[in-house]
């Protein structure tokens, strides 16, 4: 059971995107103000002591606001991280925004663009017709701090910011991500 556990890591790995900071990535001060992308949410509270969490870090948002990792979403919620560099973040996207839509305010979906340029990031997000909220991680540091160097990846977090689930690699339908919603955050979509 191990090596078939260690084998589908490591394959989902080889499917999934490398890459470093493109040499236009934009510092967040330089994020444009205008942008397709919601604002970010606002966060109420710090996450349950003693629980799993992403590291609290804190990010400008391309649509406006401020994600921070540190404080709990107060819904549940799946933080994907996603570069415009990354094809396989090129096609789930869409999948993500379709969800993003269906759930309503039932599930939040917030995006954290990592290692790349704001330029490049929101004309993906424009051609792609994504609306839901998008984080700039232009160095990476979320992903440094996670230890990890592909893309894309899905973390599932409760109401109260604990991490439950992390998805490594693409998911291949809206099906698929409302499965993963209903399994691991107990909302059915």
Avoid at 8 to 14: C, Q
Avoid at 18 to 29: F, N
Avoid at 78 to 103: D, F, I, K
Wanted: with cysteine; hydrophobic share 45%; proline share 7%.
């Amino acid at each position: 059971m191990r090596r078939w556990a260690l084998a589908v890591a490591a394959l989902a790995l080889l499917s999934a995107c490398t890459g470093d900071a493109t040499e236009d990535a934009a510092p967040s001060s330089a994020i444009a103000e205008e942008s397709a992308l919601t604002p970010c949410p606002e966060q109420p509270e710090q996450p349950a002591a003693g629980a799993r969490t992403l590291p609290p870090l804190s990010f400008d948002c391309l649509g406006g606001g401020t994600l921070d990792l540190g404080r709990a979403p107060g819904v549940p919620t799946l933080v994907n991280l996603w570069g415009s560099w990354c094809a396989p973040c090129r096609a789930e996207l869409p999948l993500l925004q379709e969800l993003a839509t269906l759930a309503g305010n039932r599930v939040q979906v917030l995006g954290v663009i990592s290692k790349d340029g704001a330029p490049q990031a929101e004309s993906l997000a424009d051609d792609a017709g994504i609306t839901f909220p998008g984080a700039f991680d232009g160095e990476g540091e979320l992903m440094a701090q996670l230890g990890i160097n592909a893309l894309p990846y899905t973390y599932f977090l409760d109401a109260d910011g604990a991490l439950v689930h992390t998805e490594i690699g693409d998911v291949s339908s809206v099906e698929e991500l409302r499965a993963l919603v209903a399994e691991h955050l107990g909302v059915q979509l």
